[in-house]
C-alpha cells in the first residue's frame, strides 16, 4: 500500500487477520464506538489509526507521523464478552494491541486485546474481518513507543 493510500482489507483467516492486526496496532478506540448487533450478527468499532506505513517513509527513511479513523467490522459473530473495562465507561479509551484468533475446533474465537488486561473475545462461525480507513489523515506528534524494538 502506498504511504498516502487509504486501508482498505478484507480477512477470511488466521494469516489475514494477522496482516489486519499489524496494521491497526496501536489504535485507540473509545469505548462509546464499540457496537454490536445481535441480529444482523456484526460487531464493528472505530480506531483512531496510527498509519504506520506512512511513519516508515517510502524511501526507507523516517516518514511522518499520522493518524486516521479505520472502521473494523467482523461478520458471522454469535457473542461478544467484555474483559477488563464495562461497556458503560463510554469515555474510556482503549490501546488495541492486537487481534488475535484462538485455535477452537468449530467455528472461530477472536480476541481483540487491549493495553491495561481489556479483552473483547468475539465467538463466531467463521472468520470475517473487513478493515477500512475513512476521511482523511491527520498529523500527530506522538509515535507508538515499543522498548523491544516491535513496530
Known sequence: MPPDGQLRLRAEDAEDLAVISACVQDALVSVRDLAYDREARSFMLVANRFRWEAAKGGDGQPGRFERTLCAIAFAEVENVVYRGFQRSEEDRILCLLAIRPIGTAAGATIDLDFSG?????????????RARDFGEPWPTAFHPDHPDGAP
Not at 117 to 129: F, P, Q
Open 117 to 129: 488486561s481489556a479483552t473483547i473475545r468475539l465467538t463466531a462461525s467463521a472468520i470475517r474481518c
